[in-house]
């Protein structure tokens, strides 16, 4: 499979291919959810989404390696390295020493990607080293505009779409912010042991949760309603963002859609799973079952194959008319 894909996507050069499948790994470990939608993609762009994801996760894994014992200023300096490196292959200052990197970089090549998007994701990786926690929903927001929006915006050039790129910008971030407020969600008790509340303090405290309260859930087990409510809030919260985001899924390239129309259902389903199970989501990670990701990926496929017949359709030019029905077409009877 990743032979192929490379091949698909014209990648020769046996070191670029070797850093290729270094991201395609790193996203089938670690983000399901994302591996299974990219799969719905046309071979030839998958690639180029593995890169983005790869370099995405290895960089959040600098900022969260506290399971290695890494210091606050190993990880700062982890992340510094990174950043150079980052910077030396996106101006054309010599290949890069990291695999990673080096797929990155030719990813941005390719499809000529911002390199302020990847600026403004960086910086939003060092915020994760000293801010843990943010006041209100804008404070978040900002904080999301460098770690999740412009994840979106930087598929939109590999996804491709059928109206002008601006258009569909907002809502490419918007979904990335949406799939990064279901993660917050998910993840309140896992971020927590981090020492990190995403949850926004006013959100929190409009409901009379505060970082103790939460802190005495994780640790006894127990529940308390107005944490219950909060999360409740944060979820309507959330689902406004994907319905910002889903006007944009008409705007991909057709055979791109299945992809991410996938990862929306997905991520949504996550959205359900919380909620059916209690909002319990400082005691446990709640999961989409495995029959409704299946049904989600089958659904997934059938789109995929109905938008390449059409591609083939569209291709196909019409058989010329023979000479009599020329002469209906122009007079009709």
């Known amino acids: ?15 670029l291919r070797a850093a290729y499948t270094r991201c395609r790994l ?14 719905l993609l046309p071979a030839d762009r998958r690639p180029a989404v593995h890169a983005l ?19 606050p200023a190993e990880r700062a300096a982890a992340l510094t390295r990174l950043d150079r490196l980052l910077r030396r292959a996106l101006t054309g200052g010599g290949p890069a020493e ?21 600026t403004d994701f960086m910086a939003a990786m060092r915020a994760d080293l000293t801010v843990t926690d943010y006041a209100s929903y804008a404070d978040l ?14 598929l939109l050039p590999v996804l491709g779409t059928v109206t002008a ?70 979820e309507d919260l959330t689902r406004g963002v994907y319905r910002e985001a889903e006007p944009g899924l008409a705007m991909l390239d057709p055979v791109a859609r299945p992809c991410i129309r996938t990862a929306y259902l997905l991520y949504r ?31 997934g496929l059938a789109r995929v194959l109905s938008a390449r017949l059409g591609d083939r359709r569209a291709a196909t030019p019409a058989p010329a008319p023979c000479r009599g029905d020329a002469l209906d ?3 009709p009877r």
Do not use: C
């Open 53 to 71: 994801y790869g370099f995405a996760r290895w960089a959040d894994d600098i900022v969260d390696d506290t399971g290695a014992g890494a210091t």
């Open 165 to 234: 790129r601006a258009l569909a910008a907002p809502h490419a971030a918007a979904l990335g912010v949406a799939f990064q407020l279901t993660n917050f969600l998910r993840d309140v008790g896992e971020d927590l042991d981090r020492g990190r509340v995403y949850l926004p303090a006013d959100l929190l405290a409009a409901h009379g949760v505060h970082r103790d309260l939460l802190l005495w859930s994780r640790r006894t087990g127990r529940h308390d309603p107005r944490i219950t409510a909060a999360l409740r809030t944060a």
């Open 26 to 39: 790193l996203n089938a470990r670690h983000g399901r959810t994302y591996f299974l939608a990219t799969r």
């Open 329 to 331: 077409a122009k007079e």
């Open 269 to 299: 389903h996550i959205l359900d799973a919380i909620a059916d199970g209690g909002y319990a989501v400082l005691h446990r990670r709640a999961v989409v079952s495995r029959r409704r990701r299946a049904a989600v990926a089958a659904d």
């Open 1 to 15: 499979m990743t032979g192929r894909e490379l091949d698909a996507a014209g990648i020769t050069d046996p070191r």
């Open 98 to 118: 990291e695999p990673v990197v080096l797929a990155l970089a030719d990813t941005a090549d390719r499809y000529a990607i911002d390199a302020g998007h990847f």
């Open 141 to 154: 927001r900002a904080y999301m505009h460098g770690s999740a929006a412009v994840i979106g915006l930087q």
